[in-house]
């Protein structure tokens, strides 16, 4: 579930974790709408990313090319953090 900037992920015991939304976006070759986040309790150089529908579900990234795509996006949002 997302909200303006927190999304909610159950954890490997069933818990709900609050994260914290560091940006959103849209790809128009997979057509799909991602978002990257971080636990704000843990190590800030570790994100995470998924897909997420039109009702806020998150969704596996599927394939190493949708990763890389990912990935790439990430590094330029560091890249443009870190100089900003």
Known sequence: ???S???Y???ENGNEKRMTILFTFDNEVTK???V???DPEQDEDEVYASAYDENGQLLPIETDEEWEMV???INTFV???ENA
Request: charged share 40%.
């Open 1 to 3: 579930m997302l909200d």
């Open 5 to 7: 900037n927190s999304l």
């Open 9 to 11: 992920v159950k954890d």
């Open 32 to 34: 799909k709408q991602y």
């Open 36 to 38: 990257v986040f971080q």
């Open 71 to 73: 990935e790439e996006v």
């Open 79 to 81: 890249e443009d953090n």
